[in-house]
């Protein structure tokens, strides 16, 4: 059973992809990162040596540090940032836990290149509907908390992002594209290692809407409607990505969570 500072990989599966997931810390050394170049989702690395400089960024946030198998640099990590007023937790086996378990991982080498400040930086197409708001959503949720998402002209993607260090996405001839029948949401999905059962099928309801094939899903007119509502709602395309991410953390939940579970009106009253 783990203890009240540890977090056991089933239950921090659950959280991760949720809106109340806690910061991800992966402190494993140099060397056992490379005999295994993969992070849970959402983790981003540090250096447990320099934990004393950069654990208060964590201050009064919940926190779950992992290290190859949970012990000591997990450990010391995680009373570190207690020290900084995180609630910090440290994940029980680590690492090896996690991936014995066989819950997914994203390999290290797909995530793009991280500015001064640890985030990743992203270049679409202004006024997004379905796809540009799906893959930040996924980034966000699975790959990068603080990823920047940099809505701009369709003629000014690709020279945006060869300026300003971003990662191109959702237009021609960019790896993060549509790919066949495949949507944008699609090969992220498979990219970053994320096809678990529920993110299958949510691909598939993105899919759906985003290249007009409604057969696919019985949901996919109905979240082409709301993307289509919230394109409406606002001028903001980065309003519209706050709005959406709500969005898109329903219809993950209901893909996880909800599939089975139906809502009739009662038809068995008694007649008056």
């Known amino acids: ?22 910061a991800l810390i992966d402190v494993r050394t140099d060397e056992d990162f490379a005999t295994d170049p993969r992070l849970i989702p959402g983790s981003v690395r540090r250096r447990h040596g320099d934990v004393s400089d950069w654990g208060g960024e964590y201050a009064g946030r919940p926190a779950v540090v992992s290290c190859l198998r949970g012990a000591k640099l997990a450990q010391g990590s995680a009373a570190w940032l207690r020290q900084f007023g995180a609630q ?14 066989k819950l997914p991982l994203i390999d290290a080498t797909k995530i793009p290149k991280r500015d001064a400040r640890g985030r990743t930086t ?3 197409r202004a006024r997004p509907k379905v796809d540009r708001i799906a893959c930040p959503w996924l980034i966000r949720r699975f790959v990068d908390p603080d990823a920047v998402f940099l809505y701009v002209a369709p003629s000014e993607v ?10 191109p ?32 099928r949510l691909a598939t309801l993105v899919r759906g809407a985003d290249t007009g094939r409604p ?13 289509l509502g919230l394109s409406r709602i606002y001028d903001d395309d980065l309003e519209q990505l706050d709005a959406g991410m709500l969005l898109y ?10 599939t089975g579970e139906t809502h009739n009106w009662p038809t068995n009253k008694a007649r008056p």
Request: proline share 4%; glycine share 8%; aromatic share 12%.
């Open 88 to 101: 910090a937790e440290t994940l029980e086996g680590g690492f090896e836990a996690w991936k014995a378990a």
């Open 158 to 167: 690709v020279a945006v992002g060869e300026q300003f260090g971003a990662s």
């Open 1 to 22: 059973m783990s203890s009240f500072a540890e977090i056991s990989p089933d239950k921090l599966s659950r959280l991760i992809g949720t809106a109340n997931a806690p």
């Open 122 to 124: 992203w270049v679409t």
């Open 215 to 227: 057969d696919l899903a019985p949901e996919a007119p109905g979240l082409l409607a709301a993307s």
């Open 169 to 200: 996405f959702d237009i021609e001839n960019v790896f993060w594209s549509h790919r066949g029948e495949l949507c944008t949401f699609d090969v992220m999905v498979e990219e970053f290692g994320l096809a678990t059962a529920a993110m299958r």
């Open 249 to 258: 953390d329903a219809f993950y939940r209901w893909c996880r969570d909800a």
